[in-house]
């Protein structure tokens, strides 16, 4: 899945640790998105590259106690600018 400023928030599932349960994208950086997954151990969230990863995107975009341990953490759903540099005359 290639994670684009447009996906923050949205809902995905991760196949290699089904356990986990579905994750939020919490935010996304230049390189990476960060993502809550609603059973993953700890509480810090998961990074993983905007292209090149194991994420889906789930289903069911209706995950209310996602949200809220989201919100819980004190994790606001912010998207960092990505500066694209000039080209040089």
């Known amino acids: 899945?290639?994670?684009?400023?447009?996906?923050?928030?949205?809902i995905v599932d991760l196949s290699l640790k089904p356990d986990w349960g579905?994750?939020?994208?919490t935010e996304i950086s230049p390189r990476f998105a960060f993502i809550i997954f609603q059973k993953a151990e700890?509480?810090?969230?998961?990074?993983y590259s905007l292209v090149d990863n194991p994420l889906t995107l789930s289903t069911q975009q209706d995950e209310?106690?996602?949200?809220?341990?989201?919100r819980r953490k004190n994790r606001k759903i912010k998207v960092k600018k990505v500066?694209?540099?000039t080209p040089l005359p």
């Open 1 to 10: 899945m290639n994670i684009t400023t447009k996906d923050l928030g949205k």
């Open 22 to 25: 579905p994750g939020i994208i």
């Open 42 to 47: 700890g509480i810090q969230p998961k990074r």
């Open 64 to 70: 209310p106690e996602l949200v809220k341990r989201a």
């Open 83 to 85: 500066v694209t540099p």
